[in-house]
T-cell receptor, first 109, second 120 residues
């Protein structure tokens, strides 16, 4: 079956760095997405990776290893507004998005 | 990024009534839109894939006669919750695929702001 695993909840300190991991098992693979979702709001697009390696976009970076079925989202210089759920989603061979349950990130002062 | 709107953002209705939710792509044409629902503290659940000019594809367990989807134009898809009941209360979110990426390797979904439905 198809499956996405990511931690349920993480806590980090303002100004620090946090890495949110995601492992996936899908029927075929056409890329991996990270979305941010604040409580009560719809998800917003953060990143897309289809090739191995690190993609940097400001304070956020996303990494993919296709051979390991693994990705992570790296958030630097954490701000209180980064408190949100972070959703990992993999695109399978039918171009369907398979969603993880999300990682709730709590930022403490 | 691309802009997707949803209307209304909040709906409170009586049990037994029908509610229509609109999803619009504002600055691009979307041949494919998706409808999700999300219960509190849970992940997104895909309900159906809406393709312009054809019938929607429903996920297993989603009643197509209860959740009517119409994708009449390249910028508008509607979800109608018929004979709503309290258990239909949820957060309904639509998303649209950017057209240049549809079916390709860089498919990106952009989400509408969501519609919160409360059935009394």
């Amino acid at each position: 079956g198809q499956n996405i695993d990511q931690p349920t909840e993480m806590t980090a300190t303002e100004g620090a760095i946090v890495q949110i991991n995601c492992t996936y098992q899908t029927s075929g693979f056409n890329g991996l997405f990270w979305y941010q979702q604040h409580a009560g709001e719809a998800p917003t697009f953060l990143s897309y990776n289809v090739l191995d390696g690190l993609e940097e976009k400001g304070r956020f970076s996303s990494f993919l290893s296709r051979s390991k079925g693994y990705s992570y989202l790296l958030l630097k210089e954490l701000q209180m507004k980064d408190s949100a759920s972070y959703l990992c989603a993999a695109l399978d061979s039918n171009y369907q998005l398979i969603w993880g349950a999300g990682t709730k990130l709590i930022i403490k002062p | 990024g691309a802009v997707v709107s949803q209307h209304p953002s909040w709906v409170i209705c009586k049990s037994g009534t029908s509610v229509k939710i609109e999803c619009r792509s504002l600055d691009f044409q979307a041949t494919t839109m998706f409808w999700y629902r999300q219960f509190p503290k849970q992940s997104l659940m895909l309900m159906a894939t809406s393709n312009e000019g054809s019938k929607a594809t429903y996920e297993q367990g989603v009643e197509k006669d209860k959740f009517l989807i119409n994708h009449a134009s390249l910028t508008l898809s509607t979800l109608t919750v018929t004979s709503a009941h309290p258990e239909d209360s949820s957060f309904y979110i639509c998303s649209a695929l950017t057209p240049e990426a549809s079916g390709g390797p860089q498919e990106t979904q952009y989400f509408g702001p969501g519609t919160r439905l409360l059935v009394l």
